[in-house]
């Protein structure tokens, strides 16, 4: 496997500044996260597979499956937008930023993400506040099955400050760009 790089198309290595070591250990937690949420994919297979076969080959539909997996897709997708944003992988529209020059695109990527760092922390101070409360209460579904829904909410919150962090990390990479070093 080639060497890590960003959307931008660093090496993570090209940044040897203090900075760059926090920057390079926040991609490395990003990454880490991100290829466990990947690997929650083949549990999240594995628990509707059971689900599929107890419901039609035994004619024995469980009551927890659909709940747990809506549970774990809110995992995976929480702890995978970090790594997305890393890698870019979230949707871009290139219309008309495409035929500026590399410096002009990075001004309005900087622009850009400013308003994802609006957007992802309010976010993050909301589901936070959600969290909190359902933590105090030991919330639960409410259904039949009733699992406690504050773990996934604590999951969700890591996932969502990752992708905060990840933010931050492109901005200050964007703004170097900019300033040419």
Request: glycine content about 8%.
């Amino acid at each position: 496997m080639g060497p890590i790089s960003n959307s931008q198309g660093q090496s993570l290595s090209e940044i040897s500044t203090r900075p760059g070591r926090l920057l390079r250990c926040l991609d490395y937690i990003t990454r880490k996260t991100g290829l466990a949420a990947a690997f929650l994919i083949f549990v999240l297979m594995a628990l509707l597979s059971y689900e599929v076969i107890a419901r039609y080959v035994f004619d024995r539909p469980t009551i927890w499956a659909m709940e747990t997996s809506q549970l774990l897709m809110c995992v995976i997708v929480a702890l995978g937008g970090g790594f997305s944003y890393l890698y870019g992988a979230h949707v871009n529209v290139d219309i008309l930023v495409g035929r500026f020059s590399e410096r002009n695109r990075a001004i309005v990527a900087i622009f850009t993400e400013i308003f994802v760092f609006i957007f992802v922390g309010f976010f993050l101070l909301k589901m936070g506040t959600v969290t909190l409360e359902s933590l105090e209460m030991k919330e639960t579904s409410g259904t039949y099955f009733d699992p406690p829904v504050y773990p996934v909410k604590i999951l969700m919150v890591i996932g969502i400050f990752l992708m905060f962090l990840q933010v931050i990390s492109r901005f200050i990479r964007t703004c170097l760009k900019v300033m040419g070093r």
